[in-house]
């Protein structure tokens, strides 16, 4: 059976759990925006609107191999069932709050970093999954079909966010976003999987984390892999983080315009994904990465120095392009360099490197942004990007899985 970049929903569970993920993502990053831009109207200095972003992101950081250990020990179906109920709460938590008014500062941040620590344990556990859903011609398609419904997602979410925020209210994002998680509930207690055979002389729960961490050592492909992500997510963080101010002070816009901006990355982050099968057919992970990472730096300069609307959304589409570009390629080279027995570990080190460069470059890029301005600061960030690229050439990605 031949493979093309619409092979994995061929698989029915596949096709469901993908269906299932994205009705949550659109609400998911609605919830995202609506939480950054409600910090925008309690305190609107860069350091506490980009602490939103790392609040959602330093949990992860932190808990993800742990995470990624549990996942390998247990029954990912069920673990996910539980998390999804969790954070089903926390949204509507926060949704009621602001309905009643009652939501200040640390509170908005405090739900945020619970939200953070289940997709902790989610983001690995579900990265985890994908090799079990399709078969193993399938595998690249469908990680990259994933990154494409989280980009469709990010697509609509926010702009459909802001327009609810200015239509209906900050409350209503949160309230939709704890409606959507019972899609993956509903689809997660619908796929039926044999759980994975759990091994004879499975070793004590901090051994095995230590037995993760000793095949990343050994592991050069992953190594490369984990540099190469932190330097692209380090400095490619910087928008991410300061999105909500360069919609509000850059481009002079409300809610619905940091929403359109959202979805414009989105817009472009779907776009690039459709190519992506016929570039790195053509030219490779380290090439395609390439592309993304000067597109970044692109788009960093584009933020920076336009002040129109419209330039504004053409540089979000760049940009959401770029991020795909980069994203998707280090996913793939992570998936591919790590075996079936240390999967869900070896995705938590790839995604403590994602998500610990996104928290931690929030808090650097908003306090240079504090004290410099925003324009200097995205400048800086794009001159980073392009000596991340430089740095880290020499460290070829992996290209196929090993036999």
Known sequence: MSTSA????????????????????????????AASWFMTTLDSTP???????????????????PAGTLADRMDRR???????????????????????????????????????LCTAVM?????????????AQDLQPAVALHAVGVNISRAIGPAVGGFIIVAM?????????????????????????????????????????????????QNQALKNTLVRSVLFYSFGSAYWALLPLIAREQLHGQASMFGVLTGCIGAGAVGGALLLPRLRQRYGLDRVLTMGILGTVASLAGFALFHAPLLGMIT????????????????????????DWVRARGMALYTT?????????SMLWGQIATRFSLAPTLLLAAGGALAGLLLGQHR???ASRPS
């Open 123 to 135: 983001s690995p556990t579900w990265q985890s999954i994908i090799p079990r859903l399709v078969p």
């Open 316 to 339: 979000a589409l760049l940009a959401g392009a770029s991020w795909i570009a980069g994203l998707s390629s280090l996913n793939v080279a992570a998936q591919l360099a790590v075996p």
């Open 78 to 116: 069920r673990l996910l069932i539980v998390v999804q109920v969790i954070m089903l709460v926390l949204a509507a938590a926060l949704g009621l709050l602001a309905f009643a008014g009652r939501v200040a500062e640390p509170m908005l941040l405090a739900i945020t970093f619970g939200m953070g």
């Open 353 to 361: 490197a994602l998500y610990g460069c996104l928290a931690l470059g």
């Open 396 to 398: 070829r990605l992996q």
């Open 6 to 33: 619409w092979s994995p929903f061929r698989h029915r569970n596949f096709a469901l759990l993908w269906g299932a993920s994205l009705v949550s993502n659109i609400g998911s990053w609605m919830h995202d925006m």
């Open 169 to 217: 209210g900050i409350a209503w994002p949160f309230m939709i976003n704890a409606a959507s998680f019972l899609a993956v509930i509903a689809a997660l207690w619908l796929w039926r999987t044999t759980p994975a055979e759990p091994r004879k002389d499975q070793p004590s729960f901090l051994k095995s984390m230590r037995e993760g961490l000793s095949h990343a050592a």
């Open 47 to 65: 350091f506490m609107v980009a602490l939103v972003q790392s609040a959602s992101t330093l949990p992860v950081c932190l808990l993800a191999l």
